[in-house]
């Protein structure tokens, strides 16, 4: 006897394929849509059928975005010249909150991981070089992760434009703000002395 209706089924299995929702989550989840008005339900569907037609990548930073280039890149108050390289937009969209950086960025969509097969030519690398190539970019600001593969990204990264004329920068990382000293982990310890500042 089937408990659960093959619709709902169907929807279950569906949430399960976005990242971190589980079984549990995604039954969750449809329940609260089912319980919703149908015009609720129809309105996140026509949202999600909308999200391909509506949204490209910015020909010049490679963000998501509904027009081209991005409101980012088309704002002429930004400095063009300065370039943060991200792996994904979730990060531009994350660096854009602290209101700190003015310039524009460049999204990678992605990390080098050689164990899943993503090598340089599945990010976008080659586009990054033609932009510094162009003579259009004075600082690149890498700002990928502390793991593993975001660093291995950024040694490739600082070794293939050591040749170019460009500053390379690589977001300082370290100690977090109310953190207490004697609770971090070695490696973030190593990285902010590595990454200290004079004080003036």
């Known amino acids: 006897m089937q408990v659960i209706p093959p619709a709902l089924e169907r929807l279950i299995a569906e ?6 929702i589980g079984k549990k989550t995604a039954t969750r989840l449809a329940l609260y849509v089912l319980r919703r008005p149908a015009a609720e339900a129809l309105s996140l ?6 999200l391909h037609n ?3 990548l910015c020909s010049r930073c490679f963000t998501f975005s509904e027009i081209d280039p991005c ?3 088309g704002d002429g108050r930004r400095n063009s010249r300065l370039v ?4 994904e937009p979730g990060d531009l969209m994350a660096i ?3 209101a700190a950086f003015r310039g524009v960025y460049h999204i990678l969509h992605g990390v080098l991981s050689p164990m899943e097969g993503i ?3 599945e990010l976008k690398i080659r586009e990054l070089f033609a932009r510094v190539s162009k003579g259009q970019v004075d600082e690149i600001l890498l700002a990928t992760s502390s793991t593993v593969p975001g660093e291995a990204t950024a040694s490739y990264l600082i070794d293939k434009l050591a040749g170019l004329d460009v500053k390379v920068t690589r977001l300082a990382c370290g100690i977090p703000m109310g953190m ?17 500042q004079l004080m003036e």
């Open 71 to 73: 409101p980012i890149c």
């Open 15 to 20: 949430l399960t394929r976005l990242p971190g």
């Open 84 to 87: 943060c390289v991200v792996e």
């Open 119 to 121: 090598g340089p030519q």
């Open 54 to 56: 509506s949204i490209q």
């Open 180 to 196: 207490d000293i004697k609770y971090a982990d070695e490696y973030t310890l190593a990285r902010a002395i590595d990454s200290r």
């Open 45 to 50: 569907a026509e949202s999600l059928a909308e």
């Open 96 to 98: 854009e909150k602290t």
